[in-house]
């Protein structure tokens, strides 16, 4: 069935929803765009031109948009300091809510928005786009194949030192790698172990030659349940790009396999095709090349996809806000092993969220 949404927020990654994310949705009929609001109103343009709206179909205020134009879907995209209470106003409407990542701006406010999507009896997504890129599902899909997981590794490099590259909030943002950036490549780490993580320890900084008021660089360790381990090194403010954003490198050590994914490309290396105690050096390019997967959407258009298919009836979309959730804990976990210099308990953190939110 077709789903009447109202689209909030514009601005940055709004404009981006708005231009490539719901669209393709339109156009297959899951979507019907019935408003859309930012407080800017020099923004509505865009939602008119992209989203085919009326200038009366844009608003400034939220609870005037949803009490004039009747939706089932509401789309945040607002700062995620606003999450929470626009999670609020939709459910006070009787509304399911995707959203952009983060769930909100912390753990305890992350888990009061999914306490209330629950008693509301509603469905929430989070768009971890990253996850759903094309060479993260190929790489993805590679890994499930390759026998059960030793380890992980994830890299995520690049030379944006100086200010302007970003938005201005961005440079002022505290801890602004696990936040900005390693929120992504932490939860495509957890997804890829699928299941609990149990600890954490981080250490980051800020380079002297970067332009930012908090900690762009950093290395993060994490110990899962079922014995798996990983470890993520990223950084804004290296010399060289060498795994920039949308080209990183991951890889999986597996009990027949080893699987590489770097700068979007998709390799599997078997363990039969060396000689044991053969410490000969191989790299990119000498393994299998792995086809990139095919479909018609990716990241947030598919996300949406996915969400659509959930309210009708289907299974959970894999982001479900209760499973955001555990990727939320843990970069809270690495935020605070940062600052303590301790490694921290995730799930003891999280229930500590529940019991303070």
Request: proline fraction near 4%.
């Amino acid at each position: 069935m077709t789903h009447r949404l109202v689209h909030v927020g514009l601005g940055g990654q709004g404009s981006t929803w708005a231009t490539d994310a719901i669209p393709p949705n339109v156009h297959d009929d899951r979507i019907e765009v019935v408003a859309a609001v930012d407080t800017d109103p020099e923004r509505h343009e865009l939602a008119e031109q992209e989203l085919g709206l009326s200038p009366e179909e844009c608003y400034t205020d939220l609870e005037t948009a949803l009490s004039e134009r009747p939706a089932d879907i509401c789309s945040i995209v607002t700062p995620p300091s606003t999450h929470e209470a626009v999670v609020e106003t939709a459910l006070a409407h009787d509304l399911h809510i995707i959203s952009e990542k983060p769930i909100a701006d912390t753990l305890e406010a992350s888990v009061r928005v999914a306490e209330k999507v629950e008693e509301a009896g509603k469905k929430m997504g989070v768009t971890m786009s990253h996850r759903f890129d094309r060479d993260k599902t190929t790489f993805r899909r590679a890994v499930e194949e390759a026998g059960d997981i030793d380890y992980l590794t994830a890299r995520y490099t690049g030379n944006v030192r100086e200010r302007g590259f970003y938005a201005d909030y961005v440079y002022e943002m505290d801890n602004m790698l696990l936040l900005d950036g390693a929120i992504h490549h932490l939860d495509i780490l957890a997804s890829l172990a699928d299941s609990p993580c149990e600890r954490v320890y981080a250490e980051t900084w800020t380079p002297e030659e970067a332009d930012y008021d908090g900690d762009c660089s950093g290395l993060v360790t994490l110990h899962f349940a079922d014995g798996t381990r990983a470890q993520y090194e990223g950084s804004y403010a290296n010399a060289t790009t060498l795994n920039g954003w949308g080209h990183e490198q991951f890889r999986a050590e597996c009990s027949d396999q080893t699987v590489l994914l770097d700068r979007r490309d998709v390799e599997r290396f078997h363990a039969d095709a060396y000689d044991t105690g053969n410490f000969e050096s191989i790299g990119k390019g000498d393994g299998e090349a792995v086809p990139l997967a095919e479909r018609p959407h990716w990241k947030n258009a598919w996300l949406i996809e996915q969400f659509c298919d959930w309210v009708d009836g289907g299974e959970p979309m894999p982001t479900n806000v209760d499973s955001v959730l555990q990727s939320m804990a843990i970069v809270f976990a690495a935020i605070e092993s940062s600052a303590t210099g301790e490694a921290v308990d995730v799930q003891a953190l999280l229930d500590d969220a529940r019991s303070n939110a």
